[in-house]
């Protein structure tokens, strides 16, 4: 018997990043389930999130759940490491929705995929954290880990210099970096990174990377289902997406990933 509930099926699920990183996850979720209805909302205002401390994370990711709040969620789903290394645990029981971090369940599976010597390139308040470290050791004590910050690599994509020379110089440096511990994968532990595959894969081999983007994605479909929540009335989703600064500079450097469309200014 499905006992479905249709009235909160339908409510939307709200993602969020500090900028336009999330919608790497975000755009692959409309692929998969676009009857979804979504909201994004880009927290350009306090960008980036990387150099944040702890409590700053917090009440960024209480003030972005206090206005999901307020749109009667029936999800949220953090599409920022960052936010999910510093600020998930504290607020994760606040809410009577679900929240999706996107280390935790992404770890889990990468733990067991084979790979023993696993490389971690993420922000600083991420690998500050060591979360990536500690939960792929909790799902497999055997593994090698070594976690490298990359503080410049969200603004390269949040200002487009992607065709800049110190833009390549940079990535090629955490490469060789990251090289020297010879890894067999490496996670893009944050989610601005998969915008610059097309630089990463010039000195290194592309399937050397993960995107857990479509790992997570995967999850929470599972989960949803698992839960009863998936919207299956077979007609596309809405979605509204929302920043709380710099609506024309969002638009124009998140073309890579996803076509949005409008983009409203709101200060939570
Ligand atoms: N994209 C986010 C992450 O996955 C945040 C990056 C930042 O603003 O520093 O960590």
Redesign the pocket.
């Known amino acids: 018997m499905n006992t479905a509930n249709h009235n909160l099926n339908s409510k939307p699920i709200g993602f969020f990043?500090?900028?336009v990183?999330?919608l790497s996850v975000y755009a692959r979720f409309k692929d998969i389930l676009p009857s979804e209805n979504t909201l994004y909302f880009g927290d350009t205002i306090h960008?980036?999130?990387?150099?944040k401390s702890k409590n700053e994370l917090i009440s960024f990711a209480r003030s972005i759940l206090n206005f999901y709040k307020t749109k009667d969620v029936k999800a949220v789903v953090i599409?920022?490491?960052?936010?999910?290394?510093q600020a998930y645990e504290t607020v994760k029981d606040e809410y009577e929705f679900k929240i999706y971090p996107?280390i935790q369940p992404c770890t889990q599976i990468i733990a067991s995929g084979g790979a023993k010597r696993i490389g971690v390139f993420?922000?600083e308040?991420?690998v500050k954290s060591g979360v990536y470290t500690k939960e792929l050791l909790k799902h497999n004590h055997t593994l090698l880990i070594k976690e490298i910050a990359c503080p410049n690599w969200?603004n390269i994509v949040e200002s487009g210099k992607y065709k800049n020379d110190a833009s390549a110089d940079d990535i090629k440096q955490h490469l060789t970096e990251m090289s020297e511990f010879r890894p067999e994968k490496i996670i893009l532990?944050?989610?601005?990174y998969p915008y610059l595959m097309n630089i990463l894969s010039k000195f290194a081999d592309k399937e050397l990377f993960i995107d857990p983007a479509e790992i997570f994605v995967k999850y929470i479909k599972e989960d949803l289902k698992k839960s009863q929540l998936l919207n299956t009335n077979g007609i596309k989703g809405d979605e509204e997406i929302f920043v709380s600064s710099c609506p024309e500079s969002f638009k124009e450097h998140s073309k890579i990933f996803y076509n949005v469309k409008n983009v409203t200014l709101c200060k939570i």
């Not at 960008?47 to 150099?51: A, I, M, Q, V």
């Not at 599409?79 to 290394?85: D, E, G, L, Q, V």
Request: hydrophobic share 25%; proline share 4%; glycine share 18%.
């Open positions: 990043d500090s900028g990183g999330g960008l980036p999130y990387g150099n599409a920022c490491n960052t936010s999910s290394a996107i993420a922000t308040a991420t969200v532990g944050c989610t601005h």
